[in-house]
């Protein structure tokens, strides 16, 4: 990315502690969000999921389909990069065991007109699930049922949190409503992700997104192949995308194929193409769910930077 001047919006320390101590919505915030994390790991244990330790800098991390300033360490000559997500650690740790999850901590360093969306951070966590041999219907209706879990549990012990903040906050009927990425264009035009989050009822699922708009390790839809075996979870309220996820693409022909397709070299990807041709990678599916974004949907605040403690907003600088 380009250079860009300096910005000094540092946050003064002094006066953040002091809105965390006076403004309650960050300890409300706090609690529930507590709930969030203690309530997902017991859903997924019952599943048979294994919870993993996450991954903060590897030889690899994830592209992604947007710029953001890169954030690499030099480690006696060797670059390291910081996590921007887990994805090739992830479909690594499903031939350990089939089904695993891990609270990752992602530093995406975005740009600073990002915080206007409301939902960006530089520094956030995801709940990142993968299933080997796994279809992408499995993980969405696990994702159901995971949402589901967790709004009853935080509606049933902060019924009065909710009460204050997001007092019409219902627990989503399965199955969420699903729409493909080109009906939602029809119906709505180039902003369809704003539109169908202000106008849903629930959420709802977008599908089929179109095989530029995501990365190499999203599974191209043989059938159809224009567009991938993926999908994105849309908040209602005008909330926006709390989910991505799909299946993956774990054969070498294909995945140097669609890092072509992006006009990226395979450099950058020397370990990935590495275990894809041995055949370590295998079939798997998988998602990653943003829990500051789903606290700020929980609770429905009007900036992710409220629903964590020592949040890193886009722009933003801070303890
Ligand atoms: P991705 O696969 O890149 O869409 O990331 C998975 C999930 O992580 C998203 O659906 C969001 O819930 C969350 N997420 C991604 N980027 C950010 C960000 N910059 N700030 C906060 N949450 C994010
Ligand atoms: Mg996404």
Same mark, same amino acid.
């Given at each position: 990315? &380009?250079?860009?001047?300096?910005?000094?919006?540092?946050?003064?320390?002094?006066? =953040?502690?002091?809105?965390?101590?006076?403004?309650?919505?960050?300890?409300?915030?706090?609690?529930?969000?507590?709930?969030?994390?203690? =309530?997902?790991?017991?859903?997924? &244990? $019952?599943?048979?999921?294994?919870?993993?330790?996450?991954?903060?800098?590897?030889?690899?991390?994830?592209?992604?389909?947007?710029?953001?300033?890169?954030?690499?360490?030099?480690?006696?000559?060797?670059?390291?990069?910081?996590?921007?997500?887990?994805? #090739?650690?992830?479909?690594?740790?499903?031939?350990?065991?089939?089904?695993?999850?891990?609270?990752?901590?992602?530093?995406?360093?975005?740009?600073?007109?990002?915080?206007?969306?409301?939902?960006? =951070?530089?520094?956030?966590?995801?709940?990142?699930?993968?299933?080997?041999?796994?279809?992408?219907?499995?993980?969405?209706?696990?994702?159901?049922?995971?949402?589901?879990?967790?709004?009853?549990?935080? #509606?049933?012990?902060?019924?009065?949190?909710?009460?204050?903040?997001?007092?019409?906050?219902?627990?989503?009927?399965?199955?969420?409503?699903?729409?493909?990425?080109?009906?939602?264009?029809?119906?709505?035009?180039?902003?369809?992700?704003?539109?169908?989050?202000?106008?849903?009822?629930?959420?709802?699922?977008?599908?089929?997104?179109? #095989?530029?708009?995501?990365?190499?390790?999203?599974?191209?839809?043989?059938?159809?192949?224009?567009?991938?075996?993926?999908?994105?979870?849309?908040?209602? $309220?005008?909330?926006? $995308?709390?989910?991505?996820?799909?299946?993956?693409?774990?054969?070498?022909?294909? @995945?140097?194929?669609? @890092?072509?397709?992006?006009?990226?070299?395979?450099?950058?990807?020397?370990?990935?193409?590495?275990?894809?041709?041995?055949?370590?990678?295998?079939?798997? &599916?998988?998602?990653?769910?943003?829990?500051?974004?789903?606290?700020?949907?929980?609770?429905?605040?009007?900036?992710?930077?409220?629903?964590?403690?020592?949040?890193?907003?886009?722009?933003?600088?801070?303890?």
């Amino acid at each position: 990315m &380009a250079e860009v001047e300096k910005q000094d919006r540092r946050v003064d320390s002094v006066e =953040l502690v002091k809105t965390y101590l006076e403004d309650e919505t960050y300890s409300d915030a706090l609690l529930v969000q507590s709930e969030i994390l203690r =309530l997902s790991r017991e859903f997924l &244990a $019952e599943k048979g999921f294994v919870e993993i330790l996450p991954v903060i800098v590897s030889t690899i991390t994830d592209p992604l389909n947007h710029d953001v300033f890169e954030a690499q360490i030099d480690y006696y000559g060797n670059k390291y990069y910081v996590t921007k997500s887990m994805i #090739l650690q992830k479909q690594v740790s499903v031939l350990i065991h089939d089904k695993i999850f891990s609270f990752s901590p992602n530093l995406r360093l975005e740009t600073a007109e990002k915080y206007s969306s409301g939902r960006h =951070l530089i520094d956030f966590v995801q709940l990142d699930i993968e299933a080997k041999e796994t279809k992408r219907e499995e993980i969405m209706d696990l994702m159901e049922d995971l949402i589901i879990y967790v709004l009853k549990g935080i #509606l049933t012990k902060y019924s009065g949190i909710i009460e204050k903040y997001h007092p019409n906050l219902t627990v989503p009927k399965k199955p969420f409503q699903k729409i493909s990425v080109k009906k939602a264009k029809e119906l709505y035009g180039d902003d369809y992700e704003k539109i169908l989050s202000e106008r849903a009822e629930g959420p709802v699922w977008l599908i089929d997104i179109p #095989l530029l708009n995501r990365e190499f390790y999203d599974k191209q839809d043989m059938d159809n192949p224009d567009v991938l075996l993926d999908f994105d979870l849309i908040y209602p $309220e005008g909330h926006g $995308e709390g989910i991505s996820g799909g299946e993956r693409e774990h054969e070498y022909e294909q @995945i140097v194929k669609r @890092i072509k397709l992006k006009g990226n070299g395979l450099e950058s990807y020397e370990d990935y193409l590495k275990l894809a041709k041995e055949g370590l990678l295998k079939h798997s &599916a998988g998602c990653g769910i943003g829990i500051e974004r789903f606290t700020k949907y929980i609770l429905d605040l009007d900036h992710v930077e409220k629903s964590r403690l020592f949040a890193k907003a886009p722009g933003k600088y801070t303890i």
